[in-house]
């Protein structure tokens, strides 16, 4: 199992920008894929961004392609999430997370996903 511990989340205006990261222990790091996720109230949890083992690859939800990027370094086993011109209809927790197996490419669904961080708010003032 990893352990995962997000930071970087807080309030910011519209338009703003906002730095994730998400910091790993407890298993290879570099080995497998990670995502992040974001989930408001009383809604379900949305796919935002992943990236393989390596960070070669990258995969966006359509509404965040252009404003937000994901990075990783293996060698501070941490992984990152740049996002800006944030919008208020973005604000929610944001979780990072850990493949199960190890894939070539990037994952997007929630069931690839067997390990969470504990979620940083993300809020966006309009």
């Known amino acids: 199992q990893v352990q995962l511990v997000e930071s970087g989340g807080g ?16 298993r290879t790091f570099s080995r497998y ?5 974001r ?4 809604k ?7 990236i ?3 960070g070669g690859s990258t995969n966006y ?9 994901i990075s990783r370094d293996n060698a501070k086993n941490t992984m990152y999430l740049q996002m800006n011109s944030l919008k208020p209809e973005e604000t929610a927790t944001y979780y990072c997370a850990a493949n199960t197996k ?3 490419l990037p994952r997007i669904a929630v069931a690839d996903f067997g390990s969470w961080g504990q979620g940083t708010q993300v809020t966006v003032s309009s």
């Open 61 to 69: 939800a359509d509404s965040v392609k252009g404003r937000f990027t």
């Open 44 to 50: 379900e949890r949305d796919f935002v961004a992943a």
């Open 39 to 42: 989930q408001a109230p009383g």
């Open 102 to 104: 190890q894939w070539l």
């Open 11 to 26: 309030l910011v205006q519209t338009g703003g920008s906002l730095r994730l990261s998400c910091a790993a222990s407890g």
């Open 52 to 54: 393989n083992y390596s």
């Open 33 to 37: 894929g990670m995502g992040w996720f």
